[in-house]
T-cell receptor, first 116, second 114 residues
């Protein structure tokens, strides 16, 4: 079974500062990686995904993530955060090729709090 | 598209009562998932369906939990009898295909069992 580790449960930063949310996963032959964001009282929304190709993936709201196969990591970054980025962020991984559904494994989440 | 629709948004019930949570997936999505979110255990996959057929229910905690998908546009998650430890936010999500496609989540049902 896959597993996902989000190393920080809480990350406080000041507005306009850069941020990195860390995610490591257990290795597999092939993986698909996702970052989701959850705002209060809402469901999860997709931020970005890595399926194949370029290891640097750009998502919505200025976020990007880099897939590092040798370190089995998929860290999320943003060069300058805004107060509206305050939310919980989840890293998720699934494995499998073609159209076979691999069970999606979520990390425990990282609460990003942006202070003015 | 209206997205994944869940009802009710909030449910408060007494221990021992039956609870039914409802979900309408996005039209055309072949996969439907039920998740439970708690502070203690985070996001847990309870069960998922492909083309209305349950594929993996290994996450269903006990026989008190059951899920059905009678057609492509409707699913229910039932807890009978409910217990205080079932209190959580329950999410339904749908996906057009397996594996590579992301999940689309509903806004969840917050269940409180007293």
């Amino acid at each position: 079974a896959q597993s996902v580790t989000q190393l920080d449960s809480q990350v406080p930063v000041f507005e306009e500062a850069p941020v990195e949310l860390r995610c490591n996963y257990s290795s597999s032959v092939s993986v698909y990686l996702f970052w989701y964001v959850q705002y209060p009282n809402q469901g999860l929304q997709l931020l970005l995904k890595y399926l194949s190709g370029s290891t640097l993936v750009k998502g919505i709201n200025g976020f990007e993530a880099e897939f590092n196969k040798s370190q089995t990591s998929f860290h999320l970054r943003k060069p300058s955060v805004h107060i509206s980025d305050t939310a919980e962020y989840f890293c998720a991984v699934t494995s499998g090729g073609g159209s076979t559904l691999g069970r999606l494994y979520f990390g425990r989440g990282t609460q990003l709090t942006v202070w003015p | 598209d209206a997205g994944v629709i869940q009802s009710p948004r909030h449910e408060v019930t007494e221990m021992g009562q039956e609870v039914t949570l409802r979900c309408k997936p996005i039209s055309g999505h072949d996969y439907l998932f039920w998740y439970r979110q708690t502070m203690m255990r985070g996001l847990e996959l309870l069960i998922y369906f492909n083309n209305n057929v349950p594929i993996d229910d290994s996450g269903m905690p006990e026989d008190r939990f059951s899920a059905k998908m009678p057609n492509a546009s409707f699913s229910t998650l039932k807890i009978q009898p409910s217990e205080p430890r079932d209190s959580a936010v329950y999410f339904c999500a749908s996906s057009p295909t397996g594996g590579r496609s992301p999940l689309h989540f509903g806004n969840g049902t917050r269940l409180t069992v007293t």
